[in-house]
């Protein structure tokens, strides 16, 4: 049975509104909604970033040492291979999973619950009309608790992978930077980890319910087969994730050098934040932007056909 609902022009938005304005038996709504979604986006987070954990590796070697690791992604692949072994490439593979998985599960979870509260809040006439807005507020609060679960074991992680010799894994790496600098020190790259992620996730799904919306309003979504939607979702996708690594590049950079080492006595988090970019320049801040590029599209490929609605 068609919708009495007009069209938003995005599938997401009409999925959300028509399944709250239904509240028919059997569909799924309120916690039920919220947590499918957190569970693909954990495990598509979880599964992605940590296959690529060897690009990330080679993508904060270039960040952090950019005189040594100076021949580009795949020679940078060489010179780690070459001096430590193929399995320095898994570095951080721990941290990197476990983070992802939490901070997958507040992003894309917490995404679909904040729109859902924008449209109970404004009305949803109002919504259609400043659903870009209503995309950026959402992501941006979804972002924002998904950081604070996945700040530690990034700072963990880049520990590991800027000193290999800091420790084993993630718990003996964890339990030595709590023991030897404090909880201060999960949080000490806070600033940039927000500055990175909180653009990149707004571009990343403005920008893929743009494209996905543009596509479905020339090729409407029911005159599609399945594997024409994924195919859809994939692209919308793919171009999202281009523009997120992009935009987001220059703080990604900040946050692989304030986690390198320990700060100076005495030196705050700000005035730190200030050295390193007076040092990067903007052309020192996409440093290894090929690599990252190389990590960053197809996470959003490979999870928006399992969070799409």
């Keep these: ?10 599938t997401k938005v ?14 799924l709504s309120g916690f039920a909604l919220y947590s499918r979604f957190a569970l693909a986006g954990a495990v598509c987070c979880s599964v992605t970033h940590g296959a690529l954990t060897p690009v990330d590796v080679v993508k904060t070697r270039i960040q952090l040492d950019p005189a040594t690791y100076n021949r580009g992604m795949i ?7 070459q001096s430590e072994g193929a399995g320095a490439l898994l570095t951080g593979f721990g941290p990197t999973a476990a983070g992802y998985f939490l901070q997958g599960s507040l992003k894309f979870g917490g995404y679909e619950f904040f729109k859902q509260q924008s449209i109970n809040l404004i009305g949803y006439e ?9 995309y950026l507020a959402s992501s941006a609060a979804a972002e924002f608790f998904a950081d604070i679960a996945l700040c530690p ?13 800091y420790a084993s894994g993630l718990i003996s790496g964890f ?20 500055f990175k992620q909180i653009p990149y996730t707004m571009s990343k799904f403005v920008v893929y319910e743009k494209v996905s919306e543009f596509i479905f309003r020339s090729y409407p979504k029911n005159t599609l087969s399945d594997s024409a939607q994924t195919a859809v979702n994939l692209g919308s996708g793919l171009i999202a994730g281009f523009a997120a690594a992009i935009v987001s590049q220059p ?3 900040m946050l692989s050098k304030i986690n390198k080492t320990k700060g100076l006595p005495g030196e705050g988090t700000t005035s730190r934040l200030v050295k390193i970019a007076k040092e ?5 801040s996409y440093t290894g932007i090929g690599a990252r590029l190389s990590w960053s599209v197809p996470s959003r490929p490979v999870s928006s056909p399992f969070t799409a609605t």
Excluded: H, W
């Design 280 to 284: 990067l320049g903007i052309r020192g």
């Design 251 to 253: 703080a990604d950079t």
């Design 1 to 10: 049975m068609a919708s009495s609902l007009p069209s938003t022009g995005s």
């Design 75 to 81: 020679g940078g692949f060489r010179q780690v291979i």
């Design 153 to 165: 074991l990034e700072a963990t992680r880049i520990r590991l992978v800027s000193e290999p010799t």
């Design 126 to 134: 109002n919504a259609v009309n400043n659903r870009t807005a209503v």
């Design 175 to 194: 339990g030595k930077m709590l023991k030897n600098e404090g909880i201060g020190a999960f949080y000490a790259g806070f600033g940039p980890i927000l």
């Design 14 to 27: 009409d999925a959300v509104v028509e399944k709250a304005a239904a509240n028919a038996p059997g569909q």
